[in-house]
């Protein structure tokens, strides 16, 4: 039945000037990314503007990561540093303890090399350590100085070793009677331009005297 003009004038019809809700959605969406990209790219360039006038100023921006930087570069020189020294250590024990080389250790000292060994004393001038260290490798010609921990620090390199033997020749007034020695030893040396400055010999002298049949402290059973 058709409807008279009436009725369908007197009919509510839907309001074509009002966007849907799925329009309305998509509009906020679209004014959200445009204002993402816009703080985008002013912080792009101000950025740029920041990194430009640091260069032009010769200076670094201060920003974190150039510290970061910078301190990884004084890490990796100080690890570079310990790393040298300790080669310098670990040949000197090798070459002249281990190959028994006496007559090599000036290679590895400064002239004014000082040798620190508690009770033993204090051996000053890099000449009168060699002849020490020579002394050493002659009268324990089997000698083996056994690594078990090297490390360091700056200018300085500790070395944990167990050194055996057998004592062929007089030491430290010591006679020698082919006896098999071993004794524990935590040395620390200095190094100064890529040569050994000091030492300071933590050697287990107990055990020594003990494996030399010389003296047994009463707590060694």
Do not use: C
């Amino acid at each position: 039945m058709l409807k008279s003009h009436h009725e369908l004038a007197l009919k509510p019809q839907p309001d074509r000037t009002v966007p849907s809700r799925g329009r309305v959605n998509e509009e906020i969406v679209m004014k959200i990314w445009q204002r993402i990209a816009l703080g985008a790219a002013l912080t792009a360039t101000v950025g740029g503007l920041t990194t430009a006038g640091a260069m032009a100023n010769g200076k670094p921006s201060g920003s974190r990561p150039d510290g970061l930087a910078a301190a990884a570069a004084s890490h990796w020189n100080e690890s570079a540093k310990v790393a040298a020294n300790k080669r310098v250590v670990e040949g000197f024990m090798e070459d002249v303890l281990n190959q028994h080389n006496g007559s090599h250790a000036a290679r590895y000292l400064t002239s004014d090399m000082q040798w620190h060994g508690g009770t033993v004393g204090t051996v000053p001038g890099g000449d009168n350590v060699a002849g020490l260290m020579t002394s050493v490798v002659t009268s324990i010609p089997d000698l083996h100085a056994e690594v078990q921990d090297i490390f360091g620090q700056g200018d300085k390199v500790v070395v944990r070793l167990v050194v055996t033997g057998t004592l062929k020749a007089p030491l430290l007034g010591i006679p020698a009677t082919g006896q098999s020695v071993k004794w524990d030893a935590i040395d620390v040396y200095k190094l100064r331009n890529g040569k050994i400055s000091e030492e300071w010999a933590g050697e287990d002298w107990s055990a020594f005297l003990n494996t030399t049949g010389t003296y047994k402290a009463p707590w060694i059973q």
